[in-house]
């Protein structure tokens, strides 16, 4: 393997003593120089995701190099798509390729640039016209291994259960403040009578209202209703993450979201 000098500014020399680098050496990839005189980087594609191959196909050959990072390189493939080069195997995904490189080796290190053409011929991929090959020829296509069975949905009285033990530990809990007195006097006083009471100053109190009409939006299906409220409450209350926000992220999940 010949020195040589990258666009990326990095030097690669020859062995000490002048010996010829050999298959199996601690090397990240080769260079090949071609007869004339351009010097290229060729790396293996490994394994490449399903869906990565599929946007290939569809940008009809011409894509762009989207942007470089030291643990991997977006390739843009069209409208709102975008392909990952990476070398570390533990975050492969059905929109990557995994090139064959020592892990340690940072991606930006190649030579990729932002803005550069890349060029799908079925089976490799020729980036910044033809200064680096990405050979796909040989790379296992990589499938999202699917669930053969879903988790069987909760029963009523399972949730029910749960739904106790949530109540047991909020009634439990020293604190007061946020949506607990709410809760409380709903089960206490029932709804009825709790949401026809005055406003008072608490932020349970405050919310009471809010949360009323977005049940109601719910209902009814008055969705204008329901964003209109949520937004309303939206980070009312004390904690880390407001009281309201943990009220609308429990409701959300409860409705599939």
């Known amino acids: ?12 020399e020859p062995r000490a003593g002048g010996t ?12 090949m120089r071609e007869s004339g005189g351009v010097n290229r980087i060729s790396l293996e594609a490994e394994s490449v995701g399903q869906k990565a191959l599929k946007a290939l196909g569809k940008s009809g050959g011409e894509n762009e190099i989207h942007s470089v ?3 991997a390189v977006y390739i843009s493939s069209g409208k709102n798509e975008l392909i990952k080069l990476i070398r570390n195997k533990d975050f492969i995904n059905p929109r990557s390729i995994l090139i064959k490189q020592h892990e340690s080796a940072p991606m930006a290190s190649l030579g990729f640039e932002a803005g550069e053409r890349v060029l799908w011929d079925g089976g490799s991929l020729d980036v910044g016209s033809g200064a680096i090959r990405i050979d796909l020829s040989r790379a296992r296509v990589y499938k999202k291994e699917r669930l053969l069975r879903k988790n069987p949905r909760l029963g009523a ?14 009634y439990t809990f020293p604190g007061r403040e946020g949506l607990v007195p709410l809760l409380e006097d709903v089960e206490l006083k029932g709804p009825m009578k709790v949401f026809l009471e005055p406003q008072g100053e608490s932020v349970a109190e405050k919310a009471r209202p809010h949360i009323e009409q977005l049940m109601w939006g719910l209902f009814t299906g008055d969705l204008a209703a329901v964003t209109e ?5 939206l980070g009312l209350g004390p904690g880390l993450t407001p009281s309201c926000d943990d009220f609308l992220a429990g409701l959300l999940m409860s409705l599939g979201f």
């Open 1 to 12: 393997m010949t020195g040589a000098r990258l666009r990326s500014g990095l030097s690669f």
């Open 20 to 31: 010829p680098a050999r298959l199996g050496d601690p090397i990240e990839f080769y260079i």
């Open 69 to 71: 990072f030291d643990h």
């Open 157 to 170: 009285d399972t949730i029910a259960f749960n739904l106790r033990i949530m109540r047991d530990v909020i």
């Open 229 to 233: 409220k949520a937004g309303a409450i």
